[in-house]
C-alpha cells in the first residue's frame, strides 16, 4: 500500500520500473486517487495554499516559480490566490482553504486581517510568512526588511550624487511594504539633509500608464527644484517613467536617476 501510495503522488522512494508498472494498473483500473478520502485518513490534505498580491509582479512569479519544483517533489500541489493587498480578501480565501484541511500555508507579508492568526493556529497548520520581516510570526517567517532596504537604496543614489529625490506608487496605504520602502528611503535622505521626498501617486490599473503619469507629475515645475533620480514602487511602473523621461528629453541616468527596488536604470 506504501508502494502503491507513493507510486501514484510521485513522490520519491519507488524506482522508476515498479511506477510505471503501478501506473500502468492504475490506467487499466481507471483508478483516480481521492484526496479527499485521503485527507480524511490523514488529518490533512496533500494542498499548500500560496497567497500572493497579484500575477503581474516578477517577484512574486519567481517565488512561486521556486517554490513548484519543491512541491513537486515532495507529492504536494499547490492552490494559488491574490489578495490583490486586501486582507479580507486574502482572510476569505484562507477560511475556504482551511476546509481542505491543507498540509500547510504561504503567506505574502506580515500584515493579515486580525483573525487569519488565530484560525491558523487552531488548525495547526504549518505557516510561512514571505517577502517581510516580524518579530511575531503566525509560525516561520523569511523575508526582508523593507524600511533597511528603503534606506539602502536611498544610500546608494546619494553616493552617486543624486540630491533631490523623487517617489512613485500607487494609492496610500494600499502596499504596506511598499510604504516602509519610502520610509526608509525618505529617513536617509532627511537624516542627509536634503529636504522631503517628492511623491506622485496613480490609480491607474494599467501599470506602465500609472509611471508616465506620476512621473509627469513629478517633473512638472522649475529645472531647478525638479527630482534628479526616483524611486519606483516597481519595475512596470519604472519603465512607464523612464518612457516619460525620454518623452521630456532627459537622459537617463546623466539628467535622471531611475530605481525601482534593487534594480537600476
Known amino acids: 500500500m506504501i508502494t502503491v501510495s507513493r507510486a501514484l503522488r510521485g513522490v520519491d522512494g519507488v524506482s522508476e520500473a515498479k511506477r510505471a508498472q503501478i501506473l500502468k494498473i492504475a490506467r487499466r483500473l481507471n483508478y483516480m486517487p481521492n484526496s479527499s478520502a485521503r485527507s480524511l485518513v490523514t488529518m490533512n490534505s496533500d494542498l499548500i495554499g500560496i497567497s500572493v498580491p497579484n500575477l503581474f509582479n516578477n517577484v512574486f512569479a519567481e517565488i512561486m516559480a521556486s517554490m513548484r519544483g519543491t ?53 495547526g497548520v504549518p505557516t510561512l510568512q514571505i517577502w517581510d520581516v516580524t518579530d511575531d510570526p503566525i509560525d516561520v517567517c523569511v523575508g526582508i526588511d523593507h524600511h533597511a532596504a528603503g534606506q539602502e537604496v536611498a544610500q546608494y543614489c546619494r553616493d552617486l550624487g543624486y540630491a533631490r529625490p523623487g517617489f512613485v506608487g500607487t494609492a496610500e496605504g494600499r502596499d504596506t511594504r511598499a510604504e516602509a520602502r519610502l520610509s526608509g528611503f525618505a529617513a536617509r535622505y532627511a537624516a ?33 527644484s525638479r527630482a534628479d533620480v526616483i524611486f519606483y514602487l516597481n519595475d512596470h511602473l519604472a519603465f512607464g517613467g523612464l518612457t516619460a523621461c525620454q518623452t521630456a528629453g532627459l537622459s537617463v541616468p546623466d539628467e535622471i536617476g531611475i530605481v525601482a527596488s534593487t534594480r537600476w536604470i
Not at 71 to 92: C, H, L, P, Q, R
Not at 203 to 220: E, H, K, S, W
Open 71 to 123: 512541491f513537486d517533489s515532495a507529492g504536494f500541489s499547490s492552490v494559488v490566490d491574490t489578495s490583490e493587498y486586501d486582507v479580507n480578501i486574502e482572510f476569505a480565501w484562507a477560511e475556504r482553504l482551511l476546509t481542505w484541511r491543507p498540509a500547510g500555508m504561504i503567506l505574502t507579508g506580515t500584515h493579515h486581517h486580525p483573525a487569519l492568526r488565530d484560525a491558523l493556529r487552531r488548525a
Open 192 to 224: 542627509a539633509g536634503r529636504g522631503e521626498v517628492r511623491i506622485a501617486r496613480s490609480g491607474d490599473r494599467n501599470p506602465f500608464v500609472a509611471g508616465q503619469n506620476a512621473t509627469r507629475d513629478i517633473l512638472n515645475g522649475p529645472a531647478h
